[in-house]
């Protein structure tokens, strides 16, 4: 029982940092049609944002299928580490990025100040490579585990002396 609700609270917690990871993303391509180009801080973690949570999303797949009933537990920490860095790197978006509701004198101050975050949001997106490749080489991981225990089922019945006959 206690492993069912551990494997509900995993679960809501990628699909929530999932939703929140894509809400971010969908925050800075309005940003980027709105006003034609988006910081260069900015701009590596739309690039990258993608890529985590489809990492997230592979995670999620993994635990679903239950290839990974001894290492669901060790996902937890990842998975928060994740979400805290996209809270951050959210807060920051607030700060730095101007809404469509500003006005242009606030959307100007606010374009000049973003300067100013660019170490912190480089901080966040290499802690945020370091997940993506946590989580990335473990689903190769079990991927390849997996097969690897697909291709060792005897496929069919051969006796040793049909293979002689050949």
Same mark, same amino acid.
């Given at each position: 029982?206690?492993?069912? !609700?551990? =494997?509900?609270? =995993?679960?809501?917690?990628? !699909?929530q940092l999932v939703d929140f990871g894509s809400r971010l993303l969908k925050r800075l391509e309005t940003y980027q049609t709105q006003v034609g180009e988006i910081p260069e801080a900015f701009r590596h973690i739309k690039a990258e944002l993608p890529v985590l949570l489809d990492a997230l999303r592979q995670t999620q797949s993994a635990i679903d299928s239950g290839v990974q009933d001894d290492t669901k537990h060790a996902f937890i920490p990842a998975i928060e580490g994740c979400k805290a860095q996209i809270t951050l790197l959210d807060d920051i978006i607030v700060k730095a !990025?101007?809404?469509?509701? #500003?006005? %242009? =004198?606030? %959307?100007?101050?606010?374009?000049?100040?973003?300067?100013?975050? #660019?170490? %912190?949001?480089?901080?966040?997106?290499?802690?945020?490579?370091?997940y993506i490749q946590t989580l990335t080489f473990h689903a190769t991981t079990v991927s390849r585990d997996t097969s690897a225990e697909r291709q060792r089922a005897p496929s069919s019945t051969v006796s040793f002396d049909a293979i002689q006959i050949l």
């Open positions: 029982m206690a492993e069912a !609700l551990a =494997i509900i609270g =995993i679960t809501a917690s990628v !699909l !990025l101007p809404s469509p509701s #500003d006005s %242009r =004198i606030k %959307r100007g101050g606010k374009s000049i100040q973003s300067f100013r975050y #660019d170490a %912190r949001v480089e901080k966040i997106i290499s802690v945020i490579r370091g």
